[in-house]
C-alpha cells in the first residue's frame, strides 16, 4: 500500500502537480512521524514546526498557482548541523557552541531553499564531526532504525537514520573520512560523496579538501534530483567548481554494457571482513556482470593512507580547538580532545607533504588506475553496525582506532574522488550491508548510472519503524 511515508522525492511533484497530495499534507505527516519515531532514534538536534510548516504552505500556494519552482518544489528535507541554516544555530554536536541563530545559510542550504525544500530541522553528528559514530556531548546517541541498539555510524548520523525512516526525503550530510558513506552502509540508503568541489562549502571546515558534501536518500534518483540543486556553483567557495552539473537524473538511463569494472574485496590492505558482508559485497559485484560490464578482481596496488588522514584530520581537528582552553575540553569528547592534540604536534613541514605530496601521490595512482577500470567497486565498510556508545566494535578485531573499520572510506577523500555506498543485503541478523561505487574524478554521473541500475536489478530492503534489539 502506497503511504505519504513510502514516497520519495522523484514521486512527490507529479501528485503535487495533479493536486493528488499537498506540500503541507507531506509535513504534516513527516512531522507526526518525527514525533513519534524521535524518542526511539534521537536522530534532530534542532526543530522549529513554525518555520517547516510555513515552507510548505509556500510551496503550497507556489503549486497551486502553477509557479512551483521545480521537481523538489515541496519536498521535505534535513539538514546535518555542520551546515548553515540562516534563522538556525549551528551547534556542531558540541555544548560549547553557541544556540544562537546564523544570520546565512551555507551554498547548499541555500540552493535547497531556493528550490523551494521544506525544511524539517538539522540532524545529529559527533561533536565536530570528528568521528564515525553518532555520540556527541550536546545530543547523545543517536540509533540505528534496523536495529537501536546499534548505532548508524556517524559522522552524519541523523541524516542516515531519518534517510532510513523516510523521514524527509533528502538528508544534507558531510563526509570527511567516510561520514556520508558509512552511516548510509549501515543503515541501508544511499550516501554520495561526490569530487571534491562539486558542492560548494562555506564556512569553511577545517579538514579543508577532506571535507564534501553529500546527499543521503532512499533512492538513487532522489540522489541525482539532490544533486542537480547542490551542485550548482557558489562564489563564496574558492574551491568549488564552477561549471553548472550535467543532468543527473537523465543520466541514470544509460547501459553499464561495455563498462570495465574493478571489484576488491579489501582494496589490497591487511583488513578484516567479515564473511556475511564478504558474501553480499562479492554477490553483489557479479550483478555488474548480468549487467552487461566486465567485471575483474583486481587492486588499485596502494598502501593503506592512514597517515596521511591523520596528520590532515588531526590538524584540521587542532584548527578547530584552537581557541577552546582547558576548561572548555574537558567538557568534550575526549577522543576528539586527544586527536586535536596530536594535531598541535604535528611539524608543518609534516603537514604541508601530506597535503601536497601524499595527496597528489594517491591521486595519480588512482587516475592511473581509472585509466583501466571505469568503475571501482569494494564493501563499503568490512563490518555491519555495532553497539552504541562505542567507537569500535566489541570484539576488538579493529582495535581502539574508529579509522580501522573504515578502511574503505577515507581513500577517496584524499584523492577527491565520487563514491556512493548503496544498500547490497542484509545480514542473518538484520543488519545492512553497503557496496562502495568509486569513479574517476568528476565521474560523478556514471557512478550514479551504475547505482541506479544495480538498484534496479537489486531492489532495496526497507525498514518502516525502529527496530528493538533482540
Known sequence: MTTIASLSAAELGPLYASKDLSPVEVAKDALARIARFEPAINAFVHRDEAATLA??????????KGEATGPLDGVPVTIKDNIAVAGWPMRRGTTLASGEPVAEDAPAAARLR???TVFLGKTTMPEFGW???GDSPLTGITRNPWNIGTGPGGSSSGAA???????GCIHLGTDGAGSVRIPAAFTGVVGLKPSYGRVPAWPVSTMGFLAHLGPLTRTVTDTALAMQVIGQPDERDMTALTDRPPDYVDGLQGSLRGLRVAWSPRLGLDVAVDPEIAALAGAAAQVFAELGATVEEAEPGFEDPIETLRTLWSAGAALA???????????????LVAVAEHGERIPASSYV??????RNELALLMARFHARYDLLLTPALPLPAFAVGRNTPEHGAYGEDWTRWTPFSYPFNITEQPAVSVPCGLTSGGLPAGLQIVGAFGRDALVLRAAAAFEQARPFARVDEPVEPM
Request: hydrophobic content about 50%; overall charge neutral; glycine content about 10%.
Open 131 to 133: 568521528k564515525g559514530v
Open 114 to 116: 531556493e528550490a523551494g
Open 321 to 335: 580547538l584552537r581557541e577552546v582552553d582547558a576548561a572548555g575540553r574537558a567538557r568534550m569528547d575526549p577522543g
Open 55 to 64: 515552507m510548505a504552505e509556500a510551496s503550497q500556494a507556489r503549486w497551486l
Open 353 to 358: 607533504e601530506a597535503l601536497l605530496y601524499r
Open 161 to 167: 537514520a531519518c534517510a532510513a525512516l523516510n523521514l
